[in-house]
């Protein structure tokens, strides 16, 4: 997959740099983080710390644990609010997401 959000390489380079155990935990948590935000914020906790940009994690995080993006979801939902029975379809989506989500995070 070619990302175009940002150069998912830097993130790469900078895992080569940790301890296992701490690319590891990284990893683990990126998998596990709800937010790229977040898995930014503890990358820049560990030694030596993540200095690149967000943009790059973002993109390394997509190529590497891709997530369903749950504001699309939410989106076509406002989209159709007049007409039940797609919004009961979306909603039903939206349940197998999440059920997906915490099944994965089980595993």
């Not at 590891?24 to 935000?37: G, Q, V």
């Not at 039940?84 to 089980?106: F, H, M, N, Q, Y």
């Amino acid at each position: 997959m070619i990302s175009t959000i940002g150069n998912s390489t830097t993130v790469g380079d900078w895992l080569g740099l940790l301890e296992k155990s701490d690319k590891d935990a990284f990893a683990y948590y990126a998998k596990n983080a709800t937010s790229d935000i977040e898995s930014y914020l503890f990358a820049r906790f560990l030694k030596p710390s993540y200095k690149g940009s967000i943009a790059d994690l973002t993109a390394w995080t997509q190529e590497k644990y891709p997530k369903e993006d749950l504001r699309k979801i939410r989106e076509l939902s406002n989209t159709f609010q007049d007409q039940p029975t797609i919004l009961a379809l979306l909603e039903d989506a939206g349940l197998v997401v999440w059920s997906t989500l915490e099944r994965e995070e089980k595993s």
